[in-house]
């Protein structure tokens, strides 16, 4: 299947300062990619969806200058947590849709953790 | 907007034996259905599909049901191996967005 890689996997940082998160699609171009939130042993939150070229689309009570997408090219999009607190503390997983925009199939990246202390 | 329920949230099964998770949905809209299985602290990964012109697809020892008419799809794992020991998450797409089960914690006891 298509590779859809994330980086990095697991970060820690202090209370305050941002993280920068990027998704690349390896083998394919996304003009769609999205990002989600899971908490553990719970399902997938979608956060936003990434469009190339154009501003996200957040999903209702997702803070938009709170967790920042930039979708700059057809293969890499980046969430930064700015400022980021505990609370912020999760697992961050993106995805990206091969083929058609309401056809293709979904491939996610290996997920990044990010912890703020 | 669509709603997907995915039943049980926690099975296990005997090594060998067979595991079925089962899944509603609500958008007649729907029309791709994956499923993915995750594995601790990595991402999901897809495991199967099927489309909503195709009742049943099979792929070795997974297979996955569809009933439009009852808006339901299933998953069956047969002759299931301690790895295959996840948790599964089944979706539904009506376009462009895909909505998600709340998964099931599969344990396969050796």
């Known amino acids: 299947g298509a590779v859809v890689s994330q980086h990095p996997s697991r970060v820690i940082c202090k209370s305050g300062t941002s993280v920068k998160i990027e998704c690349r699609s390896l083998d394919f171009q996304a003009t769609t990619m999205f990002w989600y939130r899971q908490f553990p042993k719970q399902s997938l939150m979608l956060m936003a969806t990434s469009n190339e070229g154009s501003k996200a689309t957040y999903e209702q009570g997702v803070e938009k200058d709170k967790f920042l997408i930039n979708h700059a090219s057809l293969t890499l999009s980046t969430l930064t947590v700015t400022s980021a607190h505990p609370e912020d503390s999760s697992f961050y997983i993106c995805?990206?849709?091969?083929?058609?925009?309401?056809?293709?199939?979904?491939?996610f990246g290996e997920g990044s953790r990010l912890t703020v202390l | 907007g669509e709603n997907v329920e995915q039943h049980p949230s926690t099975l296990s099964v005997q090594e060998g034996d067979s595991a079925v998770i089962k899944c509603t949905y609500s958008?007649?809209?729907?029309?791709?259905f994956p499923w993915y299985k995750q594995e601790l602290g990595k991402g999901p990964q897809l495991i199967i599909d099927?489309?909503?012109?195709?009742g049943e697809k099979k792929d070795q020892r997974i297979a996955v049901t569809l009933n439009k008419t009852a808006k339901h799809f299933s998953l069956h794992i047969t002759e299931t191996q301690p790895e295959d020991s996840a948790v599964y998450f089944c979706a539904a797409s009506p376009g462009n967005q895909f909505y998600f089960g709340t998964g099931t914690s599969l344990t396969v006891i050796p």
């Open positions: 995805s990206a849709r091969v083929g058609g925009a309401n056809t293709g199939e979904l491939f």
């Open positions: 958008d007649s809209a729907s029309n791709y």
């Open positions: 099927i489309r909503s012109n195709v």
